[in-house]
C-alpha cells in the first residue's frame, strides 16, 4: 500500500477549487484593477471584507501571473512605509472584433485604454 505525505495531500485538495476561493480571488482582483491609486494589503482587507492571510496568499499569486506590482508608499512621514500593490494594465492585451459591412479592429490595455484601433477591409 502506498504512503501518501501530508504534504501532498494538501496538494491533492487545492487542486480543487472552492466556489468560496474564487469569489475572494475575483473580489480581490476587481478591487485592484479599478482602483486610481495604488492600495495597501489593509485597505484591500478593508474594503473586500476577506482577512489578511487570504489577501496576501491572492496578492502573491497575482504577482507570480504578472497582474500586480508591490510598490512601496513613500508618502507617510512616520512608522514604515507601507507595501502597496497596483494592477499592471500593460501585462497583457484585449484583441476585438467586430464584423458587418466592415470589420473593425481594436487592441486595449488589461483596463480597456485603447492602444490601436483599425477599419479592416
Known amino acids: 500500500m502506498m504512503k501518501i505525505s501530508l504534504a501532498e495531500k494538501r496538494n491533492l485538495s487545492s487542486n ?5 476561493r ?12 479599478n482602483s486610481d491609486t495604488p492600495l495597501s494589503i489593509s485597505e484591500i482587507c478593508r474594503i473586500t471584507g476577506i ?7 491572492i496578492l502573491e499569486e497575482l504577482y507570480e501571473k ?3 506590482k508591490y510598490e512601496k508608499n513613500h508618502n507617510t512621514y512616520i512608522g514604515r512605509k507601507p ?9 497583457g492585451v484585449i484583441i476585438g472584433l467586430e464584423i458587418g459591412d466592415e470589420t473593425y479592429g481594436v487592441i ?9 484601433e483599425k477599419i479592416l477591409l
Open 16 to 20: 480543487s477549487v472552492h466556489p468560496h
Open 108 to 116: 486595449t490595455d488589461l483596463k480597456g485604454k485603447i492602444i490601436s
Open 51 to 57: 482577512s489578511h492571510p487570504t489577501v496576501a496568499r
Open 22 to 33: 474564487i469569489k475572494n480571488y475575483e473580489s480581490i482582483f476587481e478591487t485592484i484593477r
Open 83 to 91: 507595501l502597496t500593490v497596483q494592477f499592471c494594465a500593460d501585462a
Open 66 to 68: 504578472k497582474l500586480i
